[in-house]
């Protein structure tokens, strides 16, 4: 089983630049997929960046050029930097971990980009 904590998130400026840690429990989380999704409320969950275990990253239209997901295997972390924040980056971000048949899921933190 995989627990995730995330931080990092606060309010922040447009323009201004916040960085997300996914602090992982448990070894396999270095072999796991790792996504960030956020949500804001009335509308679906949405993805917006995801690296697999090997590096390879993938993120959303809306975020490529200035999102930029990374992992540390050594410190059993996945991060999120974002930079040029804009005020519709405002949500609640999540990471999802996925081992398996087996989607684990953090507890969110609120990102609020003021215009």
């Known amino acids: 089983q995989v627990q995730l904590v995330e931080s990092g998130g606060g309010l922040v400026q447009a323009g201004g630049s916040l960085r997300l840690s996914c602090a992982a429990s448990?070894?396999?989380?270095?072999?796991?997929?790792v996504a960030w999704y956020r949500q804001v409320p009335g509308k679906q969950r949405e993805p917006v960046a995801a690296?697999?275990?090997?590096?390879?990253?993938n993120y959303a239209d809306s975020v490529k050029g200035r999102f930029t997901i990374s992992r540390d295997n050594a410190k059993n972390t996945v991060y999120l930097q974002m930079n040029s924040l804009k005020p519709e980056d405002t949500a609640v971000y999540y990471c999802?971990?996925?081992?398996?048949?087996?989607?684990?899921w953090g507890q969110g933190t609120q990102v609020t980009v003021s215009p």
């Open positions: 448990g070894r396999i989380f270095n072999s796991c997929p």
């Open positions: 999802q971990a996925t081992q398996g048949v087996f989607a684990y």
């Open positions: 690296i697999t275990s090997g590096g390879s990253t």
